[in-house]
């Protein structure tokens, strides 16, 4: 059974910074590319930050230089690090793993951040 697992979201004031961790288990991980996505209330679910299987990593133009996305393939897991979080920020957001055929979605964790 395949299972990605977010945790880190929280409530934090603007300038601050959050962690995001996503635990993925029943696939081979180092064969996905993962990705973090967010989707804002009456807004459409975004592409945040990706990194490939060989760890080459993509952003959001909104989130470049503030949030950076890595992976642990000896332990399942990928990060977001995001910092001097904005307002605007304020998203539930999601871990993906996708491969060829394949794409597995986490239920989100939530992160709002304060004025």
């Known amino acids: 059974q395949v299972q990605l697992v977010e945790s880190g979201g929280g409530l934090v004031q603007a300038g601050g910074s959050l962690r995001l961790s996503c635990a993925a288990s029943?696939?081979?991980?180092?064969?996905?590319?993962m990705g973090w996505y967010r989707q804002a209330p009456g807004k459409q679910r975004e592409l945040v930050a990706a990194?490939?299987?060989?760890?080459?990593?993509d952003y959001a133009a909104s989130v470049k230089g503030r949030f950076t996305i890595s992976r642990d393939n000896a332990r399942n897991m990928v990060y977001l690090q995001m910092n001097s979080l904005k307002p605007e920020d304020t998203a539930d957001y999601y871990c993906?793993?996708?491969?060829?055929?394949?794409?597995?979605w986490g239920r989100g964790t939530q992160v709002t951040v304060s004025s």
């Open positions: 993906r793993a996708d491969r060829v055929g394949y794409v597995y």
């Open positions: 029943g696939i081979i991980f180092s064969s996905f590319a």
């Open positions: 990194i490939t299987r060989g760890g080459d990593t």
